[in-house]
């Protein structure tokens, strides 16, 4: 099961027995919460099935959401790396298993194995250009633009049209940092041209290259 989580594909068994067994397991049912923005990050935990998604306090006192991940992985590696406190609050989407694994033990594996090192600089490298591109959405892109982008890299990562939407409306709005009644209008847009279907929580896209165009609005 460890072995699955990217962050620890390149461990001996030996290692991954000794995280097994140095790792505290726990399971998590949907809607509660994992760990709460600024808490001490003093375990790694390592999500082996389920949904988590992680959200933040905007200054205006709204929630938004910053990202969503399906396990098997680790999450929030940077807080337990520099020790200031989880980055954001981690609540599962769906029940959950995870084991968390002490903060110094996780150190030991990035100072000691160069794959979990090279994995953990990707994934810091990965990250500062995310940020960098919503950034670059939130301040320059209108809300369908946004929503196409979100839409055509869920797509590509599921290999697949139907692309779900484990919290509804809501709380993708929250990730692209827009209202309910924004997003709906930016996705009843689409529907319109006939780019998208939505029914049950499901969006379909119908026409990739049509909404490649509205994520690149300069281009049409």
Not at 31 to 58: I, N
Request: aromatic share 4%.
């Amino acid at each position: 099961m460890l072995r699955a989580v990217p962050l620890l594909h390149g461990l001996t068994a030996e290692r991954l027995h000794a995280v097994w067994h140095g790792s505290v397991p726990r399971r998590y049912a949907a809607g509660e919460v994992l760990r709460a923005a600024g808490e001490p990050a003093g375990r790694l935990l390592l999500l082996l099935d389920g949904r988590v998604a992680a959200t933040v306090g905007s200054a205006a006192g709204r929630v938004v959401r910053v990202g969503a991940w399906p396990g098997p992985c680790a999450l929030d590696k940077v807080a337990v790396i520099d020790g200031r406190g989880h980055t954001a609050t981690f609540t599962a989407l769906t029940p959950c298993t995870v084991r968390s694994l002490p903060r110094a033990d996780f150190l030991a594996l990035v100072d000691d194995t160069a794959a979990v090192r090279a994995h953990v600089l990707r994934t810091l490298a990965a990250q500062a250009r995310d940020q960098q591109t919503r950034f670059a959405r939130a301040a320059t892109l209108p809300t369908a633009a946004r929503l196409a982008a979100w839409l055509l890299a869920e797509a590509a990562r599921l290999r697949s049209r139907r692309v779900p939407l484990p919290g509804g409306q809501q709380a993708l709005a929250d990730q692209l940092g827009v209202t309910r009644v924004t997003l709906n209008r930016a996705l009843s847009g689409l529907r319109r041209e006939g780019v998208v279907t939505y029914a049950r929580g499901t969006v379909e896209i119908a026409a990739p290259e049509l909404l490649a165009l509205h994520a690149a609005p300069g281009a049409r």
